[in-house]
């Protein structure tokens, strides 16, 4: 409100000058001295008013800036968030994933182990050709099965590799 102050004593300075400088005036002297103080008091009125309009103008702009500061911050916390939720899911997918391929692998195991010792039995059993079929058929499908569970376990460690490179979120700042 310091602002006001100046234009307030320039008017009260003016109108007492106004006043000592013609102590004794008529009707017409009064009108022509308000005349001169309602043009002064117009003036001052206008300067008051762009004063109030820088004021208005600074504030504005303030909370503009501070507002935009405040959503960059709240866009790069939900970007983090995000990021540790979708880091929290794949652990979570990747353990479930894990689990399962170890109960399969159980059963997988069992079924060779039948295969090949259906084959064991053929064989000794004096079916001799299709004994040793059933042991190069369980042979190779485990052999398949081990390669496709090595290839697997690859590319799921690219991927680990790739996910555990840093993304930091940036801020940006904005335009002045």
Do not use: C
């Not at 103080?37 to 762009?50: D, E, K, M, R, T």
């Not at 353990?95 to 069992?110: I, Y």
Request: no cysteine; charged share 25%; net charge positive.
């Amino acid at each position: 409100m310091l602002q006001f102050l100046p234009g307030i004593i320039i008017a009260q300075l003016i109108t007492g000058a106004l006043i000592f400088l013609y102590p004794n005036i008529g009707v017409v002297d009064w009108l022509k001295l308000a005349a001169i103080l309602l043009l002064v008091a117009i003036l001052i009125a206008f300067w008051f008013g762009s004063i109030a309009k820088s004021i208005n103008k600074d504030a504005l702009h303030k909370i503009t800036y501070e507002f935009s500061k405040e959503k960059e911050k709240i866009r790069v916390k939900a970007e983090k968030d995000k990021n540790k939720i979708v880091e929290e899911t794949h652990k979570k997918i990747t353990k479930e994933s894990r689990r399962t391929h170890g109960k399969a692998n159980l059963k997988v195991g069992a079924a060779f182990a039948a295969a090949a010792g259906a084959g064991v039995l053929m064989l000794i059993t004096e079916l001799l050709t299709m004994g040793l079929l059933t042991l190069t058929t369980a042979g190779g499908a485990l052999a398949g099965y081990i390669a496709r569970t090595r290839q697997e376990s690859r590319d799921s460690k690219k991927q680990q590799e790739i996910r555990q490179q840093p993304r930091t979120p940036k801020l940006i700042q904005p335009k002045r």
